[in-house]
């Protein structure tokens, strides 16, 4: 079969002919339908300080997001059956350590991704723990199905800060914060303010329900959140920017007794002062490493299945699986799309 | 000022002349826009078992749902001023018991309740303490303000559900039912099931929102339920009928781990069975008495002021304060829609 | 090895040898030692009504609660190892089903129990899928061990009203109404309010902690609760006895607000009016199906670990396992102790 | 009347008779049984940066922490009367804002600080806006209830993270430290790690409950922490030490998962990984800035009523109140106890 390998350190990749995976206890293998680059698909490609030291073992083919059809169940697997269809979630828990046998397995102590700790999914065929294989409804399009990943993470940072009604800022227009915009549309925020630096992803906000869009190299983006809530400050932010600066003012532009969704990775630490953005405040600040497994993919099944998640401008190319080079460089530009390969 | 005076026991009330209210501390006059009909004013019209034991001491003037504008500001009011907008909460805290300083005014140990316990505002004006005044968007119109209490006891169940992303079933399509349709529209409910025993009102639930509607005088709606959400239950009921068998149905038709929001008052009692219907399920039951106070006001708020949440297809009837007759007539009647009285 | 056996519809069971267990894919061989009796094991003994309709074939081991060591572990069996020392969940969770799948096994859509859909514990060995072997501290006596199961269900019911600092009836004083008593102790609950008919299993109540205790043969519980509260009603009850009538005095003396956890279950149905105990109220009620798989399994070793939840006084009776059919007599008469068999 | 008042900028206070406070609407006369000095007293007394900065008019009387006897009561005062044992909580509330209508009145967006923006109660009386001064039972000493304000932020630190059998890391051990450690004994925490650097205070921690302690000049705390979970992390940690290092060692010694409930206030930035430290252990970090109004006041007064908060460790030195210099003194050197004052 085809697939997208990092062969060795040093960037990119190639397309080569691999041998089909062989199924152990509890894998599936599944027929790729459609998958997703992602910023982690990139630090493996570019092969950056944060591959170099993660464990990664090369060679490896690249790829975690992705919709797909079980073309073969292992033995001991029980929820699945040949022609299901699927997405994929990256965290493949150890099934026993304290988080998993008390209903976080997706912070599983012991916690693998696949696609960084396993071989991924830019391929026509791939193998993956049963587990991770979710069911999802026929109504949604591969090329949405692929993303339901970082979708999922969007999804559960509106569920944390319960986004009906209130007023919530989505910090960091790239794809996740796109999908969070979209998702707080779902969920009936009644304010959604997306903050970004890019005129063209807060465009794309706009279009995906956002009521207000602020320009956060115009404006101080926590005084305009203050002023728009009329003095309060928002009931919530969502930061997907994992920039520093950004993160403080979305501190600064919450109400007090106010919620912190976090999602993006800072490359540096925040510098914080915690008696005036969380103690006097009582900020409640939630770390979210993806989607609870497997209670978000419920609600964004549901929701997708009944067309009240609309992401599909969030999904700005769809390319060939031998276009891959081209997806990454689209991608790197960072103009805030989804760039889909399918093989 | 004119009123509706509900002057002896027996059916009926009158209109008339009567004098101004004069304000004590924390009260605040209101001149009335709108005021809606509400089952309660219905009992006390009526004069039945209910209104006779229930201490209101006649006369009296009816209603107690309404939007007016603040005319007159009593001693020691702070938080309002003449010309702002408001709507009426009903329930009259103590402001000292138990519950009253722990964040649960609305079900205080002692509530009075605005135009049963009071005089209320089928009128042309109405005084009122200004704790349950609340101040709301001119966004909002009159007729749609007039019926912001039991909107929020609809959108109070929604919050206490969450319904966003979950399968919800509203059994009972009276207003109160309606509006948690509409406001389970509003928060993102995938699937939203609708029963009651009445096309019309069914239709109404349709055009909200509803996914699904069913009539539960042609199905077994708990078995409807479990079927529709494929064998495993709705997330939640929210029941606005009151009648116990409707009820029953609804926790058969629930999900093991899901959630009752019980508004509706049976004439019954309920019977039960615990074990398979509570225990077992582990059902969680939530009683409903209003909308917190403000939390809820707040919500519904944002909601309608961005326009996310409609209702008004559950106005059906507009009348003049003096065709009151006609409006408890039309009421009584029971064809879902809420009868709005102008002054 | 020797067991207990139920051959046959009718009244009682036999001690006879029977072939050790072979074990399976997923399960564990454990040597057992100590059992305790549950009232589940008394139906089927009596072979009464619920045990004829509950899909039990016989012949059948009897028993569900117990310690043991783990002596083989069959295939695919990751978590354990012999010479664990573990106690057992009687809920047996499918793995695939929606509730499986979030973080709820203990309410599995396909639930089965060891002991009452599998041969049981009463005998010196069994077999248990590895799941519901749950390693404990050496430091928990077998005979505690032996009841963690019953245990763990009051437990939880005092995470899920979180007893700490607040006032907490305790209605039935059989087994798990005083280890609930206990589980509020350790919890710290500032007033314990044990409810019973019976003055010995009062004495023991008191023993382990309760502040009050009421005989609701004497007094009418729901008034005396309110009156011990000044008037405002505990802020939760906790029903271990299925008296409907019992039930309803709790609910009379409980505040506004308050919340009720339901572990009896009811030989008849609950005649319950919902407008002035539920709605007007805002009660909140939960019910709880024993222990959450494994959140209350940790809670429960850590106090037990550090000496914090005294359960001994509940322990009256420590028998051989051939002396089971006076055992069987002991706890049928009911005085309130837990019967254990060693084997 | 005495009373110890602060005249004019520059280091100290000076004890001096003075008028007794005249009452205006809402406010009550309190004669004081016994005050405590806490920090922000000691930061007043010496007129150091933050007190130059908060706002604080002089000549002003100190204090804030009392219990009291109510002997005058002024207009519109509906819930206290002459002769009611209150302590002070020192949040004033406006009573209009967003957070004051929704249950946060204690993180008003124009809180006020009896005894910081008002005259405080170093003083034979002073006076208090009613809603501040919260009864308390006889049972409690005075010199107890005159440090009510304080350990009702250490037990709604434990309310927040439910520390009923879980492993509990405090983080510095002061007199709100020390409190939260005697909380998490009467919680029925199952671990209670108490970390400091100072030998004296963590013997005081141990007398009140500490099952470890952690000298983390000499250890990593947060390696320690972990060490002491088997490898998994505590469920929660408590910061009332302010030390940014020290915080951050909590981070490191938290299970994924878990949560961390900050009381402290440093003073200077904290600089923290997201990524490692909130993001992937999906922390949950909770500001805590006093105590809730009046959820628990409630809470506390249970526990001590019943004697199951025992504090008596932590009051270390009583004083008549001409001797405040002598206890401003103590206070400043810092050996963790509690410095009373009995005018």
Redesign the interface.
């Known amino acids: 079969m085809k697939a997208v390998v990092k062969e060795n350190a040093g960037v990119g990749a190639v397309l080569k002919d691999v041998e089909m995976p062989i199924l152990n ?1 509890g894998e599936v293998l599944i027929k790729i339908k459609a998958a997703a680059i992602c910023g982690t698909d990139q630090h493996i490609y570019v092969w950056n300080s944060w591959a170099q030291n993660n464990s990664i073992s090369l060679p490896a083919i690249l790829g975690h997001e992705c919709s797909a059809e079980v073309v073969e169940v292992g033995p ?1 697997v ?2 699945l059956k040949v022609g299901d269809y699927v997405a994929c979630d990256t965290h493949i828990p150890c ?2 350590c ?2 998993c ?4 397995q997706h ?3 012991n916690l693998k991704l696949f696609g960084v700790h396993t071989n991924g999914c830019f391929a026509e065929y791939s193998k993956i723990p049963a587990v991770c294989a979710v069911k999802i409804p026929k109504s949604i399009h591969p090329n949405v199905g692929a993303v339901l990943e970082p979708l999922g993470t969007a ?1 559960r940072a ?2 944390e800060v ?6 919530i800022a989505v910090i960091g227009c790239g794809p996740i914060g796109l999908m969070a915009v979209s998702a707080a549309k ?3 925020a ?2 959604i303010f997306a903050v970004d630096i890019n005129d063209y992803r807060l465009g794309i906000a706009k279009k995906l329900g956002a ?1 207000e869009v602020i320009n956060s190299s115009q404006v101080r983006s926590g005084d305009k959140l203050v002023e728009l809530t009329d ?2 400050g928002v009931d919530a932010f969502i930061d997907a920017s994992g920039n520093t600066s950004a ?1 403080l003012d979305g501190f600064k532009g919450l ?3 106010g919620k912190a969704a ?5 490359s540096k ?7 005036s953005q ?12 993806g989607r ?4 978000t993919w ?3 099944s ?2 997708l ?2 067309g ?1 998640l609309n992401i599909d401008p969030v999904i700005t190319h769809v390319l060939k699986l031998e276009e891959f080079d081209k997806g990454f460089d689209i991608a790197r530009k960072g103009e805030g799309g989804k760039v889909i390969l399918v093989p």
Not at 101 to 104: D, V
Not at 162 to 167: C, L
Not at 278 to 289: D, L, S
């Open positions: 206890e001991g029980k929820n099934g026993e304290y988080q046998r008390n209903g976080q912070i599983c102590q999804v509106n569920v319960q986004s009906s009604g209130k007023n779902a969920f009936g009644a304010g009521t003095g309060t993160i109400r007090k007794g976090l999602i993006g990775l800072p630490p925040l510098e914080i002062d915690l008696g969380v103690v006097f405040k009582e900020t409640t600040i939630i770390g979210i490493h609870r497994m497997f209670e419920t609600v964004m549901n929701l299945d009944k009240l």
